[in-house]
Every structure is written in C-alpha cells, then in structure tokens.
C-alpha cells in the first residue's frame, strides 16, 4: 500500500480506514503489535493527522484498535469465545474483583525448549518457546512473580507484542486459541533475595507456588505458568462436585 492509493473520489479517512483494515486482515499488522504512527501514516499517504485520526478512531469504535496513551495504536484482531469459568488469568481475576492489574515484564525472550518442555509441548528440543517472567500487581501493589513457557508455533510474532497492553489470554484469542483445561500443584516455597524485593516480601515468609499446565480444546499443551504469590495478599477457594 502506498500514497497513489489515495484519490479524491470519496472521503479520505475512509479509504484510509480501508487501507489500515486491509493490511490487518492481511497479516502486515498482526494481533497485538502497533500500527505505524499518526505522523507515519500522514506522512506515507501525503494527508493531515486530523484526517489519519479519524480513520484510526473509526477502526477502534469497531474494535479492530485500541489507543494507549504513551504507547501507540495496537491491533485488537478477531477474539474468540472461551470458557472463563473453567479457567481465569491474573487480568480477569482482578477486573471481577474491581481491582486495578498491572504488569512489569522483568525478562522477555525466546529460548530452545530443551528437554523438559520439548516432552510437555511435543515438540523438538531445538524448537523455540517464548520465556516471560513478570511482576503482577494490585492496585500498585506487587501481589505474584510470574514466569510464562509458552511454544513459538503457536503465536509466532509474539516478540512483536506488547504485553503491559494486552493480556496473555487476550493474545490466546487473537490466535484463535480456546483454553479449557489445566492442571494446577500447590507448593509453599520460600524466595530468594531479589524476588523477596520484588514482592516487597521479607525473605523467610513463605510464599505460595503454584505450577499450572494449561490445555486447549484440541488437547494441546499451550502453557506452563509458575507463580511466587505473596500468601497474605490472595484468597483460594476450591469447589468439589461429585
């Protein structure tokens, strides 16, 4: 795409709505990464920045978009429905409690699965996998350290996004990816010197460790989770049903 596509037949900020809606339908802006800048896309198509907001403002009433102030215009994409009542991420825990979540990427990077998580994925040994370790926080408040093992097969542009905007479930339903099972361990544990500052937590106060293997509806391994969370900061309940 570029500036000759623009013409003067119809108004300018639809065809330039056209224009961004055709590069995410055809991949060149993927689920979760930002679009090119205001000032870019005026630049490229040779317009006003009053007119590229326009066209961008109507791509976010569609959902196709979501502005973040300091950050940029990202791509929503398709979302698809999943069963939240089987399985729930940090974001929707604190949102159903009306609480305020927040995220510190401590380490983002890709990695050879190895062994150990080749066998738990099916997957190759020399086969990418995405490592993600974060700090989760409550209302300013850092609750868990989470770390996140997740194959590159299954959302492979996931360096591209950023993950203080979306969450790992919303980037599950971008990819078409419908969780519905896991299978969860609890540990006490204590924490070593740096994440005991992280929590804010004195280092002999045991904390909760939970390991989490996460299924889809084609009965794929999607992720591993291992989280440090702070015992006096969270709530569990467990329902049996016979």
């Known amino acids: 795409m570029d500036e000759k596509e623009i013409t003067y037949t119809f108004p300018i900020y639809l065809q330039l709505r056209e224009i961004i809606r055709t590069k995410i339908e055809e991949g060149e802006y993927q689920p979760g ?3 090119s800048s205001e000032n ?3 630049e490229t198509y040779g317009i006003n920045r009053m007119t590229v907001r326009s066209a961008i403002d109507a791509l976010i ?3 196709l978009l979501r502005s973040v102030q300091g950050k940029g215009i990202f791509v929503v994409g398709q979302k698809y429905e999943r069963n939240l009542d089987i399985l729930e991420g940090f974001t929707q825990v604190m949102k159903s ?3 305020s979540p927040k995220f510190k990427i401590l380490q983002k990077n890709a990695r050879p699965a190895g062994k150990l998580f080749a066998d738990l994925f099916g997957i190759k040994e020399e086969d990418q996998i995405y490592y993600i370790r974060r700090t989760c926080y409550d209302n300013n408040e850092p609750v868990s350290i989470e770390e996140l093992f997740i194959p590159e097969y299954l959302v492979p542009k996931f360096h591209g996004i950023d993950l203080t905007v979306f969450s790992i479930y919303e980037i599950y339903e971008f990819y078409g990816i419908n969780l519905v099972k896991a299978v969860q361990t609890l540990d006490i544990t204590k924490l070593n ?3 005991a500052k992280i ?3 004195d280092e ?3 904390v909760l460790l939970f390991e989490c293997t996460s299924f889809d509806n084609k009965d794929r391994v999607i992720e591993f ?3 440090y969370t702070r015992s006096g900061k969270s709530d569990y309940s467990v329902d049996f049903r016979v």
């Open 40 to 42: 870019e896309l005026a």
């Open 33 to 35: 990464m930002a679009i």
């Open 225 to 227: 989770t291992r989280s």
């Open 204 to 206: 002999d106060v045991p």
């Open 61 to 63: 009433k569609e959902g």
């Open 97 to 99: 409690k009306n609480a």
């Open 193 to 195: 010197q740096r994440d």
């Open 199 to 201: 929590l804010e937590e």
